[in-house]
């Protein structure tokens, strides 16, 4: 991510395209897994992106290279019993969609949360060089610190909706939030939202005095 201003169409077409980060991908996906109406615009960028790739000369393949495909492709298959395959469904908790079943298996209450009054986080285990990435579960009714970013912070609804001032996100929607926002998510009465969120710098807390908290936070 940079600190270009962006949005949501930008993300699709990047992710069509191939060009997004593991972390940032992953928001992607899950954001078409929970909102099925967005799929047709993600195929009109794959379309273009195809078209594109038709009129690229073609590149002659180093000797054996296709061979070494299969050969990894051989390597990395795992036979996946009846056993497997039943215990794995059974695992799956309904509140986590398709894409993010890998990164969080089993049940969202097992995974290790940090609790921060009505705030919780929990880890997902990404590569954390650039990226961070969490789940933030945020109690129904309830209000995150007043907060702007020194970077970008990419955000899908999993459950649940929140309002932030600027927008209202409910399931599968996507927030984008950069140095430009100045802003204090809350949640809708009635439900906890649940939301997979990713960074790439530290939040800046501005409330009144809240700010004071900021020599203490942690990227």
């Known amino acids: 991510m940079t600190s270009e201003h962006i949005n949501v169409d930008d993300l699709l077409l990047a992710h069509?395209?191939?060009?997004?980060?593991?972390?940032?991908?992953?928001v992607?996906?899950?954001?078409?897994a929970l909102a099925p109406q967005r799929l047709a615009t993600y195929r009109e960028y794959e379309a273009f992106g195809g078209a594109m790739l038709e009129e690229l000369?073609?590149?002659?393949?180093?000797?054996?290279?296709?061979?070494?495909?299969?050969?990894?492709?051989?390597?990395d298959a795992e036979p996946i019993t009846t056993r497997?395959?039943?215990?794995?469904?059974?695992?799956?908790?309904?509140?986590?969609?398709?894409?993010?079943?890998?990164?969080?298996?089993?049940?969202?209450?097992?995974?290790?949360w940090k609790h921060y009054g009505s705030v919780s986080e929990a880890k997902l285990p990404l590569?954390?060089?650039?990226?961070?990435?969490r789940l933030i579960l945020l109690k129904a009714g309830k209000a995150v610190p007043k907060h702007t970013h020194d970077g970008?912070?990419?955000?899908?609804?999993?459950?649940?909706a929140f309002n932030d001032g600027i927008g209202h996100y409910g399931r599968g929607e996507i927030a984008i939030a950069d140095a430009h926002v100045d802003h204090q998510p809350v949640a809708e009465a009635g439900e906890d939202c649940l939301c997979l969120t990713v960074t790439d710098a530290p939040l800046r807390l501005t409330g009144t005095f809240s700010r004071f908290l900021n020599p203490f936070l942690r990227f």
Do not use: C, N, W
């Open 16 to 26: 069509a395209a191939g060009r997004l980060p593991e972390p940032v991908g992953l």
């Open 28 to 32: 992607v996906a899950t954001h078409l």
């Open 57 to 75: 000369s073609p590149v002659e393949l180093s000797a054996g290279a296709f061979d070494r495909l299969m050969a990894r492709l051989d390597d």
């Open 84 to 112: 497997d395959a039943g215990r794995g469904r059974a695992a799956h908790d309904p509140d986590v969609p398709a894409p993010l079943r890998p990164y969080v298996r089993g049940r969202l209450a097992d995974l290790p």
């Open 127 to 133: 590569d954390e060089s650039v990226y961070r990435t």
């Open 152 to 160: 970008q912070e990419i955000t899908v609804v999993l459950k649940g």
